[in-house]
């Protein structure tokens, strides 16, 4: 069996994915959907539109990853936190949606690093969330417009915060 | 006559009065429509959404509430700023679109609290913003997406600063 | 030849320019489109909105404009700077839309500076691009909705960074 013929084949199976399988797939465990700490919603859906709040990185016990990056946080721990991050949106998404799969792509992230004021990598750490995005969704759907900063203070001291715009069905 | 039906009563009267009807029975005084401290507008209108600048709490006589919240102001000092800077929102929706009664609810806020790197409670501050809105326009449409975040310096040093997406009819 | 009739037909003649004359005619040189540093992609369309990543002032030799306003940069630098940032998105708007024309005008921008805590003119700052947009797409279109903001930390050091929402046709 040829070797190109293998690929193909498994490319052909990955992009006939959905979000859903493709998650399973990668054995991702999704956090609980995170509740509100404020007076807000955590998705609202205005025509194709689906804007989320602030997410931060939610663990599956319920506790958020703290920590100031370029301080007692490396680029790596921001990283591991923005795709933490990543997770809980796909919780919210999931349980406000039904399903992953009414997510049509990715429309836009913003990316807050809380960082010390000397560290400038943040594209590198909200790569995190992005990756994760590209994996589930597919590098087509999954891949939106980002801007990547850095905060002087986040709530609760969380270690990254992401907003998302998704377009869905 | 049964505690039951008073109570079934006004709240039939809550959710039907409209924002404007609202808004007098609270007796909440907006301030002056801000202007445009630089070049843009207060407000832009594209389809059925609208995206306001952001916001600072400009008070009646026309000054900013200023100050650094975790440092010379208290966390409800900051949410006094945020509810003031919703004031100042609505007063940018009744001048822009004649009535708040054109607002159908509110997709999202990004609210940005002038903090020391130390404070973590964003979200508490900016409920001062969003429970104005859920007084003013109704729980159902008056509480939308959000994110609640802390940054180092604002204009003319204001304690907060909030921008928001309506959609409007 | 009365000097109102020359005015009044200079005036035809800028409000008839298309924003691709009118860069022609300002002789404003546009840095190459910027490169993701990052997994995202510089623009997403959506319906008639265009979203752009957030961009920094990226300058025709591909190097950022870099430093802190406030302490080793001036207000002026960063009104430079918010400049070059907006020749940058026009670059991006015309090799993702294939011209400035399509572009109908101007929604909203998110303008982040990074700077000193104690810096507080952060609207002069973003002003620089904002009157940019005002000159190639005219005062109609190119003025919209804007948040101008204090970062305590931007990636790579650059000193502003920007992320803009337009309509397109």
Redo the contacts between chains.
Sequence with gaps: MPHEWLVSTCFERIITLSAEQRLAELRLELPPAPKA????????V????A????HGPLLPDGTLITGVVGREATKEDGYRAARQTGLAILATLRAQLGSLDRVRR?????G?VQ??????????V??GC??LF?QVFGEEAG???????????????MMV?I?A?F?IA
């Design positions: 700490i404020g007076v807000y919603r955590p998705l609202v205005c025509g194709n539109l804007f989320t709040s602030g990715l429309i836009k992230l913003l807050m960082c010390d004021p000397n560290f400038d990598q943040h594209p590198a909200i790569n992005s990756e590209a891949i939106g417009a980002r801007s990547a900063v850095g905060m002087n203070a986040l709530p609760i001291g915060e907003e715009i377009e």
